[in-house]
């Protein structure tokens, strides 16, 4: 059985109020970017997955892998 993949992101909720999600499900609430940021960093670290964060609009922003591969960082363009 092969393991399904599921991505981290983080959403605008509301006005100045973001959520971190994963497969649906939503992690955390928070106030600021930043700190939805620092915590769906950790759950895609853990998980193996990629980071995708949203803007106010709901456009991709940004998207960071954590998962299986070189040792690199990833660079935004």
């Known amino acids: 059985?092969?393991?399904?993949?599921?991505?981290?992101?983080?959403?605008?909720?509301?006005?100045r109020r973001w959520k971190v999600t994963q497969g649906?499900?939503?992690?955390?609430?928070?106030?600021?970017?930043?700190?939805?940021?620092?915590?769906?960093?950790?759950?895609?670290?853990?998980?193996r997955v990629d980071l995708v964060t949203h803007g106010c609009n709901g456009r991709i922003r940004s998207k960071d892998s954590f998962g299986n591969e070189t040792s690199a960082r990833d660079i935004e363009q």
């Open 24 to 47: 649906g499900r939503t992690l955390s609430h928070h106030r600021t970017q930043e700190t939805a940021v620092t915590a769906a960093r950790r759950a895609a670290r853990r998980s």
């Open 1 to 15: 059985m092969t393991r399904q993949r599921r991505d981290v992101h983080v959403i605008a909720k509301r006005v």
